[in-house]
């Protein structure tokens, strides 16, 4: 939507107010929502509504969690309808994220891939003790390969996992869980710059 002409006026102010609400996490994100989108909350709502809904929706995809309505409202002095609908319209011009389920079978895979590259670094030849959890069933082969070469029941031996690869490994998940958290326009938007 070029924003261009906002960029430099709404980028101390967004990093200010995300430190503010103790979301600095989400500052990159929400300036990338409020350039791609900002212009008509702007118009809409205001300028402190739009940039406040930038931070919302990027709290809110970045799992930080949203800021609390009436903490808006005090710290900042605006409607908090107003920054709701603010991030509503802005959340218009990006992709959804996707469904929970499967951010939450991402981040399972996540968890798993960081238990066993801790192991590898570590020096332990096996996984995580995982059996019967719900994290085992997120990465049955990362899990089967990195503890299967000390089980003598198994027909196929491997000579362990590589730290460097799954270094590798655990980046790509991470990519893919923020990719997913973000959706695809959002996640191009804050990659480009």
Partial sequence: ??????????????DRAARRLEAESTATIARAVYDHAGELAVLEYGQPAAMLGAIRLAARRTG??????????????VDPDR??????????YLTPPADDD???RLRRRLIVAREVLAAVE???GAGPELPGSHLADAAPFLLARASSHLDSRTDREFPGLDAAALRDHVERLEADLEFARLGTKLYRLVHEE
């Fill in 83 to 92: 920054v709701v609908a603010a991030d509503e319209l802005q959340s218009r």
């Fill in 64 to 77: 930080v969690g949203e800021p609390d309505r009436e903490r808006l409202a005090a710290e900042f002095d």
């Fill in 102 to 104: 499967e951010i939450r």
């Fill in 122 to 124: 570590r020096g332990r």
């Fill in 1 to 14: 939507m070029g924003q261009r002409h906002l960029e430099m006026d709404a980028e101390p102010s967004i």
